[in-house]
């Protein structure tokens, strides 16, 4: 089974903490993804990476960056977090291919309340 | 530009009793995946079934089946004989087809009760 494990379940921090989340996947998987979840909106796309130190933005990177120094592991870094980084961070990754049955399996998720 | 819609944001439904989820979707590429998602309370999205924009046959895995309805542009998810361990979020989603890359697209989610 795929698995893909985020470090933590529960954060809080402070406004302006620099702030990690770590996100480990087992199965060799290129593409690596970081969503963030607020009621109402779905899935969000933040950043994705398809390779080793390969970045692309998604939907809403404003205040976030990653890091992908190692295939396995995607890192989610908000640089001076704010209140308004309060909510469900969850990571996923996929095989690069291109078909349309491109499953992406997900982790536990994060929920990281900013005070 | 793509995009899922699910337009009920809370569902119940009696134990044992059957429950359609409903999921509209938008796109102009002819080619196009669409998936079910369940979140539990725990948190993890689980991935439930998979409907390709040309397959022949609705989608279907054990209880779950999907009622893909390409010309309403409509995928929604069938759950029969529902159990109190289906109480969860769930999401449809789209493969978004621009840019090459395998991302997705997710509607807002409905939220299901099976109530015993």
């Known amino acids: 089974d795929v698995k893909v494990t985020q470090s933590s379940r529960y954060l809080v921090k402070r406004t302006g903490e620099k702030v990690f989340l770590e996100c480990v996947q087992d199965m060799d998987h290129e593409n690596m993804f970081w969503y963030r979840q607020d009621p109402g909106l779905g899935l969000r796309l933040i950043y994705f990476?398809?390779?080793?130190?390969?970045?692309e933005k998604g939907d809403i990177p404003e205040g976030y960056s990653v890091s992908r120094e190692k295939k396995e592991r995607f890192s989610l870094i908000l640089e001076s977090a704010s209140t308004n980084q309060t909510s469900m961070y969850l990571c996923?990754?996929?095989?690069?291919?291109?078909?349309?049955?491109?499953?992406?399996?997900f982790g536990a998720g994060t929920r990281l309340s900013v005070l | 530009a793509q995009k899922i819609t699910q337009t009920q944001p809370g569902m119940f439904v009696q134990e044992k009793e059957a429950v359609t989820l409903d999921c509209t979707y938008d796109?102009?590429?002819?080619?196009?995946?669409l998936f079910w998602y369940k979140q539990p309370s725990s948190g993890e999205m689980i991935f439930l079934i998979y409907q390709g924009s040309y397959d022949q046959q609705n989608a279907t895995e054990g209880r779950y089946s999907l009622n893909f309805q390409k010309a309403r542009k409509s995928a929604n998810l069938v759950i029969s004989a529902s159990q109190l361990g289906d109480s969860a979020m769930y999401f449809c989603a789209m493969r978004e087809t621009s840019g090459g890359y395998n991302k997705l697209i997710f509607g807002a989610g409905t939220r299901l009760a099976v109530h015993p």
């Open positions: 796109t102009s590429d002819p080619s196009y995946g």
């Open positions: 990476s398809y390779d080793v130190k390969m970045k």
């Open positions: 996923a990754s996929s095989l690069l291919q291109t078909g349309n049955r491109n499953i992406q399996y």
